[in-house]
């Protein structure tokens, strides 16, 4: 039996018209019917003119209900809330970290010459009375702390700011551009470099061999000098800059920070990585603010001694003291601030981060200060990055020479009657009373320069008098200022530890409500995956393995990354300048 086949060709209708670029639908057969469903196909007719084509395509796109309509899901509302409400978690945080800076900053004011005073005191007392003391290592620490501070504000005295200040004015804008960069990233190298060294100087090795605690404090004072030097040099700039008659040099300091926007927000970020972002935003704003005040006192002080003032032009609407100190300071802390909005807003955009991740810094920031208390917040510093030391002793030198300023400026000048009261023959007009009222008349000479001498110890004495009340009144006031604010400081760790651990108890007791069967779940927009179990705070017993509890998708993922050899860190081990990630910040 044969079967025969045979071979039907193509009509000109179901081809591939290859000449025209374009592909030809293919007539389904009449007996097709499962194929076509009852709906038509589309062909290109042949003979259409261009006009014709125009308006069928303008007909199929006024007329078309279907294509692509994006609508909007709950991961993109999420991510809007995110990127608005980014802002308000960082000033927490932000504001956080620069009281705590602001607190140690004072402590080197206040707490420490305090400490000082009394661990000398006993050494000396050893000395004069044979007796033999044992200092604890927390009062060796006082001691070199204040050794290295008076050397280092000593050794600085010899920069002349006045000499600094018109060099750099006199360069153009461009090279102070530079030189400011250059100052910024040599802070940054001497931060790493100083932290190194404090922890060698400060262990217990050190400590204990006297060679060897020489030799680094020494090495201290020659590493806080050049940082100190650096970090003059940069507020110099930055005087120049503010005080400058054109605001091209402002521009251009104003660009800078606007630069790390385009270096930071198209990158990867890790938990870690923004942690340290943060530590070193923290770090930032406390330096510029503590810049920004050394400048605002001088030029207060600069106007109140000249009628004219040295405002420059692009702020001669403001031409008060209101003016001088607040000015400059809302320009350069205002672009700072808006700086970091943008840049952790985006940050969390683009990595899908909820503003819940800085509460999470905001822990480390709160277990630092309470292992510490109110003891200088050795650790908090150290891990945020502020180079304490160095900014004391260059605030030191600022402020003497403004104080110095003020007593050149503004001489006390004392009641005649308060010396006539002391010194006889000394009367109202400020001149010798009559030899025949004095009864110094065989003595006329020898008298008159013996009560001029008098009057001048006398009215040199009380002039020191007020000086000193003034001094010991600013100390007691910033005393308490410290107090106050360590105590504020320490009442919202013990609130906000209680808070914590009273949803980690909450979690142990629901962990399928609370979400804690998968770590960070509350961190992360909702369709990104999370992976791995770094960054936990341990803020209590327990809880480290309660929120490690993976299920079964978590822990593939977790494999795959161990096999990558993917590291995760704990937030409790993470400092600014340690490298833990692909960058330092």
């Known amino acids: 039996m044969s079967c025969d086949i045979h071979l039907m060709p193509e009509s000109p209708s179901t081809s591939l018209s290859t000449d025209s670029g374009t592909l030809q639908n293919r007539t389904p057969a009449s007996g097709d019917g499962h194929r076509s469903n009852g709906r038509s196909t589309t062909r290109r007719p042949r003979n259409r003119g261009i006009w014709n084509t125009l308006w069928a395509n303008f007909k199929s796109e006024i007329s078309s209900s279907s294509g692509d309509i994006s609508t909007l899901q709950e991961s993109d509302l999420d991510q809007i809330v995110s990127f608005l409400l980014v802002p308000f978690s960082l000033e927490k945080v932000l504001l956080f970290g620069f009281l705590t800076c602001l607190d140690s900053f004072l402590y080197s004011f206040t707490i420490l010459p305090l400490r000082f005073v009394r661990a000398t005191y006993r050494i000396l007392t050893s000395f004069l009375f044979n007796k033999t003391i044992f200092l604890q290592q927390s009062q060796k620490i006082d001691i070199v702390k204040g050794v290295i501070l008076v050397g280092t504000v000593y050794l600085l005295s010899g920069l002349n700011a006045s000499i600094l200040y018109h060099n750099i004015r006199g360069q153009s804008a461009v090279k102070l551009y530079v030189m400011f960069n250059v100052l910024e990233i040599g802070d940054k190298l001497f931060c790493s470099l100083g932290q190194d060294i ?292 320490l009442e919202y760790c013990f609130h906000r530890l209680d808070i914590q651990q009273f949803k980690d108890a909450k979690a142990r007791q629901n962990p399928v409500s609370s979400g804690s069967g998968k770590p960070f779940a509350d961190e992360r927009v909702k369709g990104e995956r999370k992976g791995g179990a770094w960054g936990l705070i341990d803020m209590g017993d327990g809880i480290r393995e309660e929120v490690n509890k993976l299920d079964e998708e978590d822990k593939e993922e977790v494999e795959m990354q161990q096999k990558n050899k993917k590291k995760y860190v704990d937030l409790q081990e993470v400092e600014r300048f340690k490298m833990v990630a692909k960058r330092i910040w």
């Open 198 to 489: 404090t922890e060698v100087l400060f262990s217990n090795n050190t400590l204990q061999k006297p060679i060897r605690l020489y030799f680094f404090i020494i090495v201290s004072i020659f590493y806080n000098l050049l940082h100190a030097a650096a970090l003059f040099c940069q507020m110099i700039t930055l005087n120049v800059a503010v005080n400058s008659y054109s605001n091209a040099l402002l521009t251009l300091l104003l660009s800078n920070q606007f630069g790390e926007i385009k270096s930071t927000v198209f990158k990867k970020f890790e938990r870690e990585n923004l942690f340290q972002l943060t530590c070193a935003d923290i770090s930032e704003r406390f330096q510029l603010w503590v810049m920004l005040l050394i400048i605002g006192l001088r030029n207060i002080v600069e106007i109140s001694a000249s009628s004219t003032g040295i405002i420059p032009q692009s702020w001669k609407g403001m031409n008060t003291i209101l003016g001088a100190f607040c000015g400059p300071a809302i320009v350069v802390l205002g672009s700072e601030v808006c700086v970091d909005w943008l840049k952790h807003s985006y940050i969390a955009k683009f990595n899908k981060l909820k503003p819940k991740v800085y509460n999470r810094f905001l822990d480390v920031f709160c277990r630092d200060l309470l292992r510490n208390g109110l003891s200088g917040q050795t650790n908090l510093t150290k891990r945020i990055g502020v180079p304490l030391i160095p900014l004391v002793c260059v605030f030191v030198k600022s402020t003497t020479q403004t104080a110095q300023l003020i007593i050149s400026n503004h001489s006390f000048q004392i009641p005649t009657r308060t010396v006539a009261a002391f010194v006889p023959g000394y009367d109202d007009g400020n001149e010798l009373a009559s030899p025949s009222a004095t009864g110094y008349g065989s003595n006329k000479s020898a008298s008159a320069l013996v009560l001029e001498y008098a009057t001048s110890y006398m009215m040199s004495t009380i002039e020191i008098s007020l000086y000193l009340g003034i001094l010991l009144a600013i100390f007691a006031i910033f005393v308490l200022l410290r107090l106050v604010l360590g105590t504020m400081l």
